[in-house]
Structure formats: structure tokens, C-alpha cells
């Protein structure tokens, strides 16, 4: 047990924010790879919460709209209402939005640099390749069967291929769930 | 500099204020099922024209390598670049604010209508698709920038490293992103 006055029964929202801010400066690669050290710590280390409302956050906040990093909203909010909400948030986005507003003035100053335009160039395929593992591991989370995989490939394929919006993608799979799931 | 990456037909929009940033990302944050990633970059590049494909590939890029949320990384440089401070807070506020308020709603609702088997059967058909369109995104940004085929395979050893064999994302971009830049400077040097 580490940090000071953390127990079993859950921390408080100071707490919550440097548990979160520490985190995400350790989060390269994004949000979803905190999440295994994320549950490592709220459920094994600090005891804060169950394995299965720990899955539960995780599961809705990627079924929800929007960055899946808001998951630390709803955990917060879980752990300490309102306060933990707002605190557990602002832990996580705080710190990296001043590091992103630092990086994005030098490469803006930077721009014209041979060896900046390098690193760009040489970063895009890392980017790409870890989108693509993100949807992998989504698929593997979200599958109950082959009828699921099969609307991962349909709509992957849609997306790929056609111009229209991502979105009809969704609504049939949602409808093909309803039917088959 | 390197014509192995050639953004393809684009010619841009007018650049967004403050307001233009926080409406694209709002829209894109609220559509976005499954992560904001494969919205946003629909939004910016393919409907609102601000940025070539090339140009958000590289923004990604560097969101990926800071810690944090790569697409708020994204968020706060395309924000700032275009419109300074108040750009970046208004691109993050469209990004976080709206999907939160849902998010909230969702999980209230939930709690309420978790158990009904109509409910749960389409869930879990758009988190299917949601995984899929995730897939799909990475498949057409690698199509539209015609990457080389060296360049689409470090991409590849990234997903393979990421999602199969579960290695820790520092590892997979200190390795593969110096691979990335050298296949790239080599290139450059050839053409």
C-alpha cells in the first residue's frame, strides 16, 4: 500500500487526482494502455473497487460516445460522486494537455527542420499499426461468438471501402445484435 | 520531402477559429462509438478539409509518442496551430464536454436498462462494429497515404507487438519509431 491515507474504503479526491495525473504522464501509447496498470492498482493494489465494477466502467465507457479515456470520469465518479468525478478527470487530462501544448509550440517552430519531418514521417506507421491493435483488442473484448467477428469484418470493410458515414456501420451492427446476439 | 507519402487530392478548407474547432470536435467526440480517433479524423480531414491526410497522420503520430490520450494530444496541437490558446481549450472542451455528459447519462441509464435483452443484444452488436470501424479507419488512413510497403510493415509489427504479444506501448514505439524514421530517411535519400 503506498501513498498517504489511501485505504481500503477508497480515496479522496485529492487523492484521486495524483493517482490519475501520476498515471497518465505514464500512459504512452494512450489511454487504453493505462488501463491494465489502471486496474492493476484500483482493484489489486488499493482495493478500491471490484474486479467486476472495474469491468463494468471499462465496458461502458467504450460502448458510450466519445475518448475512451473518459472511462477515469466514471470510475471517479464511482468512487468519490461528483468531486472524484471532476478530480479523476482532471488528474488524467490536465498534465498531458501541458505537455501536448508544449510539443505541439516546437514542432510548430520547429517545422521546417530535415530531421523533424522525419520523425513525423516515421511516426505514421507506428500511429496506424497501434489504431489497428486498438480495434483488435476491442473486437477480442467485444466478441460473444462468431456472429460478432463477422460484424467486426463487415464493418471494418465498410468503413475501408465506402465513403459513408462510419455511423450506418454502427446502427447495423446494433440492429444485427438485437437480432442475433 | 518524401513522395512515398503523397496526401492525394486535397485541397483544404478555410483555417477554423475557436468556435469551428469546438463544434468539429464536439460533433466528432459525440458520433464517436468506440473511441473518438476514428471520428475526428473523418471530421478534420475528409469533411471539414482543415488538414491533408498526411498532416493528421502526422499530428496522431506525435499524440502517440506524448503521454496522455493520443486523440486529446491531437486536440490541443491542431487547436493551438490554429487558433492559439483559446483553439486548444475549445478543441478539448468539444472533445471532453459533450461525450462526458453522455457518458454519465449512459451509465444511469444502464444501471436501469442493463438487463433487458433487446437493449443488451444491440450493445453488443455496436461494440462489434465499433471495433470493426476502428479497424476499418486504420485500413483507409494507410490506403489514402499510400504507405510503402516497408512503412506498412513496421505499422503492422505495431499491431502485432500492441495486440497480440501485449508488449508495453513504450517499448513498441522506442523500437519501431526510430525503424520508422530511418526507413523514412532512407527513402529520402534514394529519391
Known amino acids: 500500500m503506498t501513498g498517504a491515507g489511501l485505504t481500503g474504503q477508497g480515496p479522496d479526491a485529492l487523492g484521486l487526482f495524483i493517482f490519475f495525473a501520476r498515471l497518465s504522464l505514464l500512459a504512452v501509447g494512450g489511454a487504453n494502455a493505462a488501463v491494465p496498470e489502471m486496474h492493476r492498482r484500483m482493484v489489486d493494489g488499493f482495493g478500491w473497487m471490484t474486479d467486476a465494477d472495474f469491468a463494468n466502467a471499462y465496458a461502458l465507457a467504450n460502448a458510450a460516445p466519445g475518448p475512451n479515456v473518459l472511462v477515469v470520469a466514471l470510475l471517479g465518479w464511482r468512487l468519490y460522486g461528483g468531486p472524484g468525478l471532476v478530480s479523476a478527470t482532471l488528474g488524467m487530462l490536465g498534465p498531458a494537455w501541458i505537455v501536448a501544448w508544449i510539443a505541439g509550440g516546437w514542432t510548430q517552430r520547429l517545422a521546417g527542420r530535415a530531421w523533424l519531418k522525419a520523425a ?35 464493418a471494418a470493410l465498410f468503413v475501408w471501402l465506402s465513403r459513408f458515414s462510419p455511423g450506418w456501420a454502427l446502427l447495423g451492427g446494433g440492429l444485427v445484435g438485437i437480432l442475433l446476439l | 520531402m518524401n513522395d512515398a507519402i503523397s496526401p492525394g487530392i486535397d485541397t483544404l478548407g478555410p483555417p477554423p477559429g475557436p468556435w469551428g474547432l469546438f463544434t468539429a470536435y464536439a460533433k466528432a467526440a459525440s458520433l464517436g462509438f468506440g473511441g473518438a480517433n476514428a471520428w475526428c479524423r473523418r471530421v478534420i480531414v475528409e469533411e471539414r478539409r482543415w488538414m491533408t491526410e498526411r498532416e ?11 503521454p496522455g490520450p493520443n486523440v486529446g494530444n491531437a486536440a490541443v496541437m491542431i487547436g493551438r496551430r490554429f487558433a492559439g490558446l483559446p483553439g486548444s481549450v475549445a478543441a478539448c ?19 436501469q436498462l442493463g438487463s433487458i435483452p433487446t437493449v443488451a443484444g444491440f450493445m453488443h452488436g455496436v461494440a462489434a462494429a465499433a ?25 503492422l509489427c505495431a499491431a502485432a507487438a500492441a495486440a497480440w504479444f501485449q508488449m508495453p506501448l513504450l517499448l513498441i514505439v522506442a523500437v519501431l519509431g526510430p525503424a520508422g524514421i530511418a526507413a523514412v530517411v532512407v527513402r529520402g535519400r534514394r529519391a
Request: hydrophobic share 55%; aromatic share 8%.
Open chain 2, 93 to 111: 472542451l468539444g472533445l471532453y464536454g459533450p461525450p462526458l455528459v453522455m457518458l454519465m447519462g449512459f451509465a444511469l441509464a444502464w444501471d
Open chain 2, 131 to 155: 471495433a470493426g470501424m476502428v479497424i476499418g479507419n486504420a485500413a483507409r488512413q494507410a490506403t489514402r497515404l499510400r504507405l510503402p510497403w516497408d512503412l506498412i510493415g513496421i505499422g
Open chain 1, 120 to 154: 513525423r514521417a516515421g511516426l505514421v506507421p507506428v500511429a496506424i499499426g497501434l489504431t489497428l491493435a486498438t480495434g483488435l483488442i476491442m473486437s477480442g473484448a467485444a466478441a460473444i461468438g462468431w456472429t460478432s467477428y463477422a460484424v467486426t469484418i463487415g
Open chain 2, 56 to 66: 493528421y497522420a502526422e499530428v496522431m503520430g506525435i499524440g502517440q509518442v506524448l
